[in-house]
Structure formats: C-alpha cells, structure tokens
C-alpha cells in the first residue's frame, strides 16, 4: 500500500476490484477480497457469522446457491434460538430485488432462513415508487451492504412484454403498466425467443444501472459500503450467475 493512501480509500478500491473482477454467483470459490479485521459481525445462529459487507454477503450468497443446486441445503436460521433472536430485531446482509415468478424464490435458491435477505420481488423486477423505497429501506435504514437484482430464466413478464410490442396489442391494465416499464430494454436485435432472453438480461441491466443512480444509493456505492449487482437464476439449472 502506498504510504498516501488512506485505509477507507484502499477498502473502497479493494470492494471495486474484488466485485469487478471477480465476482461469480454460481461458481466455486469467490475471488473477493477479505473483510475488514474490524469487522464484527452479528452472530447468525451459533455458528456462522453474519456477513457485514458486499463481498462476504456475495461469497454467502455463492455457497447457498451452490447447496442448493447440488440438493445440499442447510435450511439455515430456522431453528427456535434464532426465531426466538429475531423478536429484538433484524439484520439482513442482503437485499434481494427479484420477480414473482413462484420457482425463483430468493430463501431457497441461495439457501438462507429467517432474517438473513430482505426480498423484494416485482414482476419481472419492475421499478415502482413502493419497491425503491423497500430497497432503500434496507440499505438506508438496515445498513444492508449489497443489493441483488435478480432475474431469471423464462421470465413471463418479460415475454409478455415483448409480445405486447411485437403484436401491438394492449394488456389488461395492471399488468399493461408492467409491460410498459419493460419495453424500453427490449433488444430488437434479435428474434423470437432469443429476443426475449436477451431481453431479460438487458432489463437486469437497466434495473440495477437504475438503482445504482438513484442520489442515496449512489452515495453510499461511492463511500465503498454498497454495491448493487445483476444476476440471473437459471431454471434448468439452478444456478446463479452475474449479469454485467
């Protein structure tokens, strides 16, 4: 370390490197950086301690998803301490912004119980005024350090909305709205379903450059205690893997 940097200013760059270089959802190890030695993190359970910043809550995340593909779970934080703890209070390491879709379920893809993600889920993650103030909620008020935008494979909202644009047809009106939010990142580059795939990758995309905009939340990714990623849930498969 260069005797003129500071220790916030080389933690920041650790974060950036580590989640821009390394960061791998689905894969074995994660090549983040270590967390601070001041970290103290809040017991989860008895055993396993609570991640306390975006790297450690994304190798957490890796290892759940990775129990859960290889029908591994630990269904942890189930247990009647832990419920019993959760009365106090709460204490997130991750939020998690995913679709309705009733197979991406965020507790059970990444293997985590009671009080371990703050999940948030739209369908196809469309952005309103409720669900930025959830996510804002968990990151202002929870302190959580990392947020998730989490799409998925075959995502019925994203189709329906490609649909709508190709046929010119109007939905019912609720679900119309969706539509319309998701239009904007439809890649007509491609066709058939391979436009809707790409699709649902591009409003990943948008949805986490959106969030990561947003005035709060950008301070807090410039101060080194946030970040805010895209991933995608893959249903033959199981996995998790980042969308960059």
Known sequence: MNSDETPHRTARRS????LAGAMTLGGGALALGAAPASAAPTPRGTTTPRPTTAD???RELAAGNRRW???CERHPDETPAVRQSLTAGQHPFAVILGCIDSRVPPELVFDQGLGDLLTVRSAGEVL???VLGSVAYGVLELDIPLVVVLGHQSCGAVKAAVQAD???EALPAHIQ???DQIAPNIDRTKE??????STIDANIRAVRSRLATEPDL???IAAGELAVVGARYELTTQLVHPVT
Request: glycine share 10%; proline share 0%; aromatic share 8%.
């Open 15 to 18: 974060l950036l490197r580590g």
């Open 56 to 58: 450690e809550a994304l």
């Open 69 to 71: 593909r290889t029908y």
């Open 128 to 130: 309103d005024e409720a």
């Open 166 to 168: 190709e046929s010119g």
């Open 177 to 179: 709205y969706l539509a």
């Open 192 to 197: 058939g379903d391979a436009r809707v795939d």
């Open 218 to 220: 950008a301070a807090k």
